[in-house]
T-cell receptor
Framework: DTGVSQNPRHKITKRGQNVTFRCDPI?????LYWYRQTLGQGPEFLTY????????KSRLLSDRFSAERPEGSISTVTIQRTEQRDSAMYRC???????????FGPGTRLLVL | GDSVTQMEGPVTLSEEAFLTINCTYT??????LFWYVQYPGEGLQLLLK?????DKGSNKGFEATYRKETTSFHLEKGSVQVSDSAVYFC??????????FGRGTQLTVWP
């Protein structure tokens, strides 16, 4: 257990539905990252927060994807009008300002039918 | 563009065999380098890291040396165990902190 939690661990939804999942980082970590991992690939960067500010977002992200971290702690990701290509493992990681190591949560596995 | 290339798997070894998983990277500057591991049914965990050229990261009998001349960070272990069976990811850091992952190498160790 790294101290980073995510829920739900699994989510099955129908195409066109909206989904939201959540990340609880290690409490003293001010930096939070989201990654997406598909089968046979390594995790791919999605977005990054420093405290409540979203400082970087992948160019590959569609406008159906949004993330927030309003109080600089818990973060949520929402995917609107889900498509089958959104099926993946969504991983959250956190780190402190002076650290380079990111600590990963267990991930949320999304399946869009 | 910037990327990490690691040896394709799967890799299958007998217990006590020597392990090498090759990894090369491209980047501007000298980023930190990491190996992350994912054991079956678990999340990603840091295995080892190196933050500058010629640094050697080590943990649990695994080692990797940051070679800027060859832009490589190969993972080695002298004697693997069944419990080392996992997926290993070579990872490059960046200025803003985002990580660039290789595709992962599945290692299976047989008794």
């Amino acid at each position: 257990d790294t101290g980073v939690s995510q829920n739900p661990r699994h989510k099955i939804t129908k195409r066109g539905q909206n989904v939201t999942f959540r990340c609880d980082p290690i409490s003293e970590h001010n930096r939070l990252y989201w990654y997406r991992q598909t089968l046979g690939q390594g995790p791919e960067f999605l977005t990054y927060f420093q405290n409540e500010a979203q400082l970087e977002k992948s160019r590959l992200l569609s406008d159906r994807f949004s993330a927030e971290r309003p109080e600089g702690s818990i973060s949520t990701v929402t995917i609107q009008r889900t498509e089958q290509r959104d099926s993946a493992m969504y991983r959250c990681a956190s780190r402190g300002t002076l650290q380079e190591t990111q600590y990963f949560g267990p991930g949320t596995r999304l399946l869009v039918l | 563009g910037d990327s990490v290339t690691q040896m394709e798997g799967p890799v299958t070894l007998s217990e006590e065999a020597f392990l090498t998983i090759n990894c090369t990277y491209t980047a501007t500057g000298y980023p930190s380098l990491f190996w992350y591991v994912q054991y079956p049914g678990e999340g990603l965990q840091l295995l080892l890291k190196a933050t500058k050229a010629d640094d050697k990261g080590s943990n649990k009998g695994f080692e990797a040396t940051y070679r800027k001349e060859t832009t490589s960070f190969h993972l080695e272990k002298g004697s693997v165990q069944v419990s080392d069976s996992a997926v290993y990811f070579c990872v490059r850091g960046s200025t803003l902190g985002r990580l660039y992952f290789g595709r992962g190498t599945q290692l299976t160790v047989w008794p």
